[in-house]
Structure formats: C-alpha cells, structure tokens
C-alpha cells in the first residue's frame, strides 16, 4: 500500500479542505495528564507573560468547586506588573534545596494569585484552600501554563505589602514552567525529599500499592 493511500482516499472521499480540518482536530488532555503536568516548577520562563484576564480565568473555576456549607470564605487577588516584584521578594522557594536559592535570578514568576479567607482559618476553610489551589493549578496547566503553591510567606507583612483587606493564607506563582521534573515512584518508608541532580528535578512519590492502608 502506497505511503499515502489512506490521505489520498480520504480526500478523493471528503475533499481537500476536509484533510485539514481533521489534521487541527485535538483531543482535551486527560485528568491523569493534567495531574502529571501539574508539577510545581521553580523557574518560569520570562518571555512567557500572564496577562491579568489570564488570572482572573484561572481564579473563575472558584465559582465551580465544592466548599464546606457551602459558606465559600476564599477571594482571591491577582497581581501582574510592579507589584509582582515586591511578591515575590515576601515568598521562599525549594526549601529543600536552599543552597539553590531558587528561584534562579531571571526566572522569576511575574503573575501570582494571592489566596484569602473572610473567615478565621478553620480546617473547613483549610480543605476549601486546598481544593481551590490544585483546582487552579489544574485549569492553568489546561492553559499551558504551571501553578507553584507557595505558603512560606509571612503573612502579615504580604498582608500589608498588598494592602489586602484578608489575611492572605496562600499564593499560587504562575507562569511557564521551565524546570525538568520527573516522578520517582518509592515505597512507603523511603525519603520524600525532593532533590536535583544534573538539572533534573526528581521528586520521590509514594506507589499506589502502598497508600493502601
Ligand atoms: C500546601 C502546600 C504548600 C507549599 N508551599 C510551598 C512553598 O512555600 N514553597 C515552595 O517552593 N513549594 C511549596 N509547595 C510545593 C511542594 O514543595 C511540592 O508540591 C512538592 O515538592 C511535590 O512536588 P510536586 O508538586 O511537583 O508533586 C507547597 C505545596 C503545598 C501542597
């Protein structure tokens, strides 16, 4: 059979233009895919920038996501420009690895969301954080892009620095991810740190078999 023969037949069937359209056809990644590429980077690329629209998107699956009672304390503020400078000088990256000093000069994230409660943190506003910070971290890999949750940050200077009306209990970096990252499925019992080795980030998670208990 010729090379061709199937693209040939195709188009003597549905014409020309129709070869197109099926060659821009995509498929939407999977949950495990997304969850795969859900990585938190360290190093984001500085030619790719996030506009604010591309935050306040990311932010919207708020809107869709369970939350204890139904009570919904989280807001949320997105901050591109100048003032992303000064966020990133209240955050600390890879505590793992300080002799690093990530993250590395020029890779910088420029777009942050900053995460708040109205009510006082509770464990129900702590489980609503975390849906909300991998739902976010979901939906920007959907994008393209890669969410790093960052939580060692004092929150009262962040608080004052942003002039936010909430204590701020969480922020999600977002930009391109540019670190080299692979899973390194270990068993229950054997380290979890992270770690780097000729610029690869490995980080160590826990077989399936044994998170059975
Ligand atoms: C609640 C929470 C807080 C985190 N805080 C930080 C942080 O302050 N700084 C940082 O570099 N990474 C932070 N991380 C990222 C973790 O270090 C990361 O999830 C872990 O190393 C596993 O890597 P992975 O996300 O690629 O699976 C945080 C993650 C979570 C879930």
């Known amino acids: 059979m010729a090379d061709n023969y199937l693209e040939k037949k195709y188009e003597e069937t549905f014409g020309a233009d129709a070869k197109k359209k099926v060659i821009v056809k995509r498929t939407n990644p999977s949950l495990e895919t997304l969850l795969h590429r859900n990585r938190s980077h360290r190093g984001f690329d500085p030619c790719v920038s996030v506009p604010r629209s ?14 204890a009672g139904n009570r919904q304390t989280l807001r949320f503020r997105p901050v591109t420009g100048d003032l992303a400078q000064k966020v990133m000088e209240q955050l600390r990256f890879g505590a793992a690895l300080p002799e690093l000093h990530l993250p590395l000069a020029g890779e910088e994230p420029k777009a942050f969301i900053i995460i708040c409660s109205t009510a006082p943190e509770t464990r129900f506003v702590d489980m609503d954080l975390g849906i909300s910070l991998q739902s976010m971290g979901l939906k920007a890999v959907e994008m393209g892009l890669n969410a790093l949750i960052v939580c060692a940050f004092d929150r009262e200077k962040l608080q004052k620095v942003l002039d936010l009306p909430y204590l701020p209990l969480a922020v999600l970096a977002i930009g391109k991810g540019t670190d080299t990252i692979f899973l390194k499925p270990v068993r ?5 740190a992270y770690y780097r080795r ?9 077989r399936a078999e044994d998170l059975m208990v």
């Open 188 to 192: 229950s019992g054997e380290s979890l």
């Open 198 to 206: 000729d610029g690869v980030h490995y980080v160590p998670k826990i």
């Open 54 to 67: 591309k935050l306040e998107e990311i932010i919207s699956v708020n809107s869709l996501l369970p939350s």
